[in-house]
């Protein structure tokens, strides 16, 4: 009973660890492609957000994103944004 319990509370840290790196992806992806486009972080998270590119793009395919250069993570979700037609 004791082992089950470890075991669920180690299952559950690395799951917040996970959703912890993530969101931190999420946002040097929101403010450097801000930066590169002269906008402020929270005009590119409501361009994100209402496009769905969050969950959709950021967070769904962040085991391959996260390992991409900076410059190929902000050319791709500029190319995103522009594939969902939002300006």
């Given at each position: 009973m004791?082992?089950?319990?470890?075991?669920?509370?180690?299952l559950s840290?690395?799951?917040?660890?996970?959703?912890?790196?993530?969101?931190?992806?999420?946002?040097?992806?929101?403010e450097n492609t801000?930066?590169?486009l002269g906008i402020s972080g929270t005009k590119m998270y409501d361009k994100l957000e209402k496009s769905g590119l969050i969950?959709?793009?950021?967070?769904?395919?962040?085991?391959?994103?996260?390992?991409?250069?900076?410059e190929y993570i902000i050319n791709d979700i500029k190319?995103?944004?522009e594939a969902k037609g939002v300006r």
């Open positions: 004791l082992k089950l319990n470890f075991d669920i509370i180690s840290f690395k799951m917040r660890k996970t959703m912890d790196e993530k969101i931190s992806f999420c946002i040097f992806c929101i801000a930066r590169s969950d959709d793009y950021i967070f769904a395919h962040y085991d391959t994103l996260h390992t991409q250069s900076k190319n995103a944004l």
